[in-house]
């Protein structure tokens, strides 16, 4: 019974590189959320998505940040050229999506992915 | 954009006693949801709550959905040192765009003296 899964757990990059974010949603789950966190602070939404869509991509920025789902394999959130402040937790959550009744608002959280900007 | 205001943002207390800590949100909220978040580690889902005036237990814990659909609060009794961490209040707005996001609480940070 597998929860979200996210790697790597923790990335360090440099200045102006890229980073790529994984996450595997739950089993049977079609929803995927993305959202940042900042020590001391609660989560913040970037972006919703399900299966090839962008459903809502109002908490990320427009420049250098892009999200997406595929068909097949996780979801991916990359950043690229990277700078100071995108040092953060980012953490994905999952949800069944309309068909699971109630359960669609429940989301359910992975580990989470330290990023460290150098 | 709606806004949580979580309170306390920190308690320490004994072993055994009660805490209680709440959220309150400047707009109307269909879904609360209660959280707690150990370090290094991502939220657990704690309780959910979808209709006002809701009041649902999940073994020590107690949540209740507020009247008024802005606000509720979080009860942990008897606590016990693995209680400790932060607690997360997050909420779906009623309608409208973006409801499919959780706006969250700042957090209640829960330290258990032994």
């Known amino acids: 019974n597998a929860g979200v899964m996210q790697n790597p757990r923790h990335l360090v990059r440099r200045r102006g590189q890229e980073a790529r974010l994984r996450c595997s949603p739950m089993?049977?789950?079609?929803?995927v959320y993305w959202y940042r966190q900042l020590p001391e602070e609660g989560l913040k939404f970037m972006v919703y998505?399900?299966?090839?869509?962008?459903?809502?991509e109002s908490g990320m920025p427009k420049e250098r940040f892009s999200a997406e789902f595929p068909k097949e394999g996780p979801s991916i959130l990359r950043i690229q050229q990277v700078v100071r402040g995108d040092s953060a937790a980012y953490f994905c959550?999952?949800?069944?999506?309309?068909?699971?009744?109630?359960?669609?608002?429940?989301?359910?959280f992975g580990p989470g992915t330290r990023l460290t900007v150098l | 954009g709606q806004q949580l205001n979580q309170s306390p943002q920190s308690m320490f207390i004994q072993e055994g006693e009660d805490v209680s800590m709440n959220c309150t949100s400047s707009?109307?909220?269909?879904?609360w949801l209660w959280y707690k978040q150990e370090p290094g580690e991502g939220p657990v889902l704690l309780i959910a709550?979808?209709?006002?005036?809701e009041l649902t237990s999940n073994g020590r814990l107690t949540a209740q959905f507020g009247i008024t659909r802005k606000d509720s609060f979080l009860n942990i009794s008897a606590s016990i040192p693995s209680d400790v961490g932060i607690y997360f209040c997050?909420?779906?707005?009623?309608?409208?765009?973006?409801?499919?996001?959780?706006?969250f609480g700042k957090g209640t940070k829960l330290s258990v003296i032994p």
């Open positions: 959550a999952s949800s069944p999506g309309l068909a699971g009744g109630h359960s669609y608002n429940e989301q359910f």
């Open positions: 089993k049977g789950h079609s929803h």
């Open positions: 998505l399900q299966k090839e869509n962008i459903i809502d």
């Open positions: 707009s109307i909220f269909n879904t």
């Open positions: 709550l979808y209709k006002a005036g």
């Open positions: 997050a909420g779906r707005p009623y309608s409208g765009a973006g409801s499919y996001q959780l706006t």
